[in-house]
């Protein structure tokens, strides 16, 4: 597609319930990231694929939170046993190289709302 | 730890005006600098860049200033106009993070005054 699309746009979750946050990044984007955005914050670093392998998980929160590849293309975060405090936009981008200086396209984010 | 901060969280400006957007950040091993705008509801979108080799990067209506000596960046966009409107971040990231994770400031908020 033209852009990163990420679905639901928006989820509502009650706390305890497990979620699935999908990401299809530009066709052909080597380089595929998730960041999570608290309300009034930047967005912070979670994960990165490169194709299908998991590089960097390094900014994963807990055991709750698993992000996968399997094709090298569409990405999905899972967050297993959701708090309050996952509470957040999830923003993923996608670049088209890797190991050097290239453009992130993000996405428009799932806002993820625990009740 | 390493950070991304911006010295003001808000920013308000008659429009026609030129803006200024600062961003200290604490990593002197930084050698990639980025400036996003967020407009609500949106994900960050690319501004402008700059390689730590360089100290002044121009594109259309915005400037990104770089000063190694005391790590501080700068966004200017000249003759502000409604549409910048928006939540503006610095990011960073250097080579030993294989330029890939970014590292995001808290952000400022801009508004345009008619």
């Known amino acids: 597609g033209a852009g990163v699309s990420q679905s639901p746009r928006y989820k509502v979750a009650k706390r305890g319930q497990d979620v699935a946050l999908r990401c299809d990044p530009i066709?052909?984007?080597?380089?595929l990231f998730w960041y999570q955005q608290a309300l009034g914050q930047g967005p912070e670093f979670l994960t990165y694929?490169?194709?299908?392998?998991?590089?960097?998980k390094s900014g994963l929160p807990s055991d709750r939170f698993f992000a996968e590849r399997p094709e090298g293309s569409v990405s999905t975060l899972k967050i297993q046993r959701t708090q309050q405090e996952d509470s957040a936009v999830y923003l993923c981008a996608s670049s088209l190289g890797s190991g050097g200086y290239y453009g992130y396209t993000f996405g428009s984010g799932t806002r993820l709302t625990v009740v | 730890g390493e950070s991304v901060g911006l010295h003001l969280p808000t920013l308000s400006v008659q429009e026609g005006d030129n803006s200024i957007i600062n961003c200290a950040y604490s990593n002197s091993a930084s050698d990639y600098f980025i400036w996003y705008k967020q407009e609500s509801g949106k994900g960050p979108q690319f501004i402008i860049d700059i390689r730590s080799n360089m100290d002044k990067r121009q594109g259309q209506r915005v400037t990104v200033l770089l000063n190694k000596t005391v790590k501080h960046l700068s966004l200017q966009i000249a003759a502000t106009q409604p549409g910048d409107s928006a939540v503006y971040f610095c990011a960073e990231t250097h080579k030993a993070q294989g330029a890939q994770k970014l590292v995001f400031g808290q952000g400022t908020r801009l508004t345009i005054n008619p």
């Open positions: 066709s052909g984007h080597v380089s």
């Open positions: 694929f490169q194709n299908e392998a998991q590089l960097d």
